[in-house]
């Protein structure tokens, strides 16, 4: 998902779409069928209903969800040649798929860091317990060094971030960020290998919507770019 979709909804949206497909193909009226979607939800639920009203004052379903955060300008175009060619609960469902597999990919990356941090928290309880053993540091000591330690960790990943963030949106870490984040051993792979099937599958989206080729492959690698901005943000890297 591009960087202007409401954080709220990326999780939720895979979900949304589907089941907005299918009652969509069920003859259910759009305004009617994206209102049930929030149900009690106080986070999400406000969107569906900002594009609900949209709809039931005339707008189409492209540009109510753009307007409410819900797709992106690209996506916007792709769900508006798919309701014009009468295709959008294939369209729909095609966006859903491949919300879930940028899920997934995320997932995959947060997985990969888990183990270095397991391995740091381990070596920082690990480290003092020579001196433990020997009594040459009692038990509060211990406890005071190895959490002082993560605690300090914690306090510079967190600055760290914050200044990543800062830097990310004034523009000055990107092209950096794009170099190191290709040259990683175990993650630049998989960035490469996700960057090309999320500009093939937007290119499959466009096309199977309707929209001419030209306008489709220019539209896929717009998706690519916004694709390789989400990853390269410190919100998914760091966090």
């Not at 259910?28 to 406000?46: C, E, F, I, Q, S």
């Not at 996506?75 to 294939?90: F, M, N, T």
Request: aromatic content about 4%; glycine content about 10%.
């Amino acid at each position: 998902m591009g960087c202007d979709v409401k954080p709220q909804i990326r999780k939720v949206r895979a979900d949304w779409l589907t089941q907005l497909a299918t009652m969509e193909a069920a003859g259910l009226p759009l305004a009617r069928a994206v209102a049930t979607l929030g149900g009690d939800d106080k986070r999400a639920g406000p969107t569906a209903q900002a594009v609900a009203r949209a709809l039931e004052s005339g707008k189409t379903l492209a540009d109510a969800g753009r307007r409410a955060g819900l797709f992106t300008a690209e996506e916007a175009k792709i769900v508006r040649a798919g309701q014009d060619s009468g295709r959008l609960g294939e369209t729909l469902r095609r966006l859903a798929e491949r919300d879930e597999a940028t899920r997934r990919l995320r997932s995959r990356l947060k997985a990969r860091f888990m183990m270095p941090a397991a391995v740091v928290t381990i070596a920082v309880f690990a480290a003092p317990l020579p001196e433990l053993v020997s009594g040459a540091l009692g038990p509060g000591g211990y406890l005071i060094r190895t959490l002082g330690t993560l605690c300090g960790l914690v306090g510079a990943i967190a600055v760290a971030r914050w200044l990543l963030m800062a830097l990310w949106w004034a523009g000055g870490t990107r092209q950096l960020m794009s170099t190191v984040r290709l040259a990683l051993p175990l993650l630049g792979p998989l960035h490469q290998r996700q960057e090309v099937t999320q500009a093939l599958h937007t290119l499959y989206l466009s096309e199977a919507s309707g929209i001419p080729l030209l306008e489709s492959l220019a539209g896929a690698a717009k998706r690519s770019e916004e694709h390789t901005s989400e990853l390269q943000s410190p919100c998914n890297l760091v966090c």
